[in-house]
């Protein structure tokens, strides 16, 4: 079989692979990160070799037909397990995994290196989408079932890795090349391997069912800590969604620490950490160490800049089915101009000017911050220019501006009501040297007064931006790391 990495025409095609069979789970973050970019060192096919023996194998392309076309770049799918029984019981109780592992997928994500191997998409797709799966035999009783509604993660415990490979293929139009898989004890090991990696957050995070205890900040999180991180879904309401979002701002950290710490570029420290992380890590069959070698010879400039996260634009994020339960509709529209943009080739998000300042990251999405805007100041039409200035960076600016009740002020001003603090914290951040005012009773509308020392609208975005149905968010990695 001839190896992807190694065709000289950017266009070609892989054939189709075959493998064994095999568990999944949603912190495929670890197995992304791991296999494909810890390859990048192209440190020679003898040394790879020995690392690829490690890997493990699913059955995920067996018998597989009518699949969607080729596109340029090489896609994987990347699934996790819940394995957690080459943990120790001390590890277990510290970071909350007790009880019995379900073996059950829990996200998966879609993962896209273009043809050029400058640029890496990941798109996540959550767990309780609506998925039909394609006719198939069912894993347990072996009888012939017919095409029907499920949720997306229910399509491995029908029917292993391939099933699950049909259903994404059927629900994006996307072809898959490489099928990996991850279990928990994998990813701490390799979270460990590297060192630990550094994690920022504008609020504490708390979550009783995982143990998560993050403070304002950056964090250096270890292996379980990182576990923690990205499995913890009550932290608000947000839930799978939100954990989503933490999950993609912990791979874009991990591949910074990975590219930034000198592994990829020291042979022995490569294999260390490559032995580490595969040996629980499993791929299908035509992933090989041809594979690993040419991606790393690829790959060796790759920076956070050169990925991009995004999940898949939602309609309706809690709709009933029958038999089913409650599931999230894709977006009719905007997830196939999505997925088409996988298929072309295409960036999925806005690559800033590198010389341009990034985005503070705020507490509150700024479309939920309703602002007046007051002109403080001689300069005509400033009130006006700012309050453009901040609907640009996503505020909800509400009410013409006028001219400031509080006359002429030499400090800008942010009067806001007492029970709105954070969302006035939130907007300070888009106005440097502001003062931030109480008043009490003023209700959710912030009022800005614009004064003399006003020089600028910085741009900001929310931490975990709220989900619109059929908006697609998507961010660079530089974005989600620590500045």
Known sequence: MTAPFRSPDPAARPETHRGASGRRWGLRIGAVASVVLLAASGVGHAMVTGVESGIGRVDAFKGMSDRPGGGDGLNFLVVGTDGRDKLTGEEKRRYHLGGAPCHCTDTLMLVHLSADRDRASVVSLPRDSYAEVPAHTDAVTGRLRPQHAIKLNAAYAEGGPNLTVRTVEHMTGVHIDHYLEVDFTSFMRSVDAVGGVE???????????????????????????????????????????GRMQRQQRFLAALIHKITSSGVLMNPIRFKDVADTMLKSVRADSGFGANDLVDLGQAMRGFTPSSSEFTSVPLGNLAQPVPGVGSTVRWDPVAAPRLFRAIREDRPIAVHHDRKEPRATVVDVPPGQIQVQVDNGTDRAGLGAAVAQQLGATGFATV?????????????????????????????????????????????PAMRVTVGRNHTTVKRVRAEEPEPKPGALSAITGDEAVCP
């Open 199 to 241: 994690i920022c957050t504008v609020r504490p995070l708390r979550d009783s069912y995982t143990g998560l205890r993050l403070p304002v900040g950056k964090s250096q999180l270890n292996g379980g800590q990182a576990l923690q991180y990205v499995r913890s879904r009550h932290i608000d309401g947000s839930a799978d969604l």
């Open 399 to 443: 009410g013409p501006p006028g001219n400031s009740a509080l006359g002429r002020v030499d400090r800008t001003v942010i009067a806001y009501d007492p029970r709105w603090d954070r969302s006035a914290r939130s907007l300070a951040a888009a106005l440097p040297g502001a003062e931030l005012r109480p008043v009490a009773g003023q209700g």
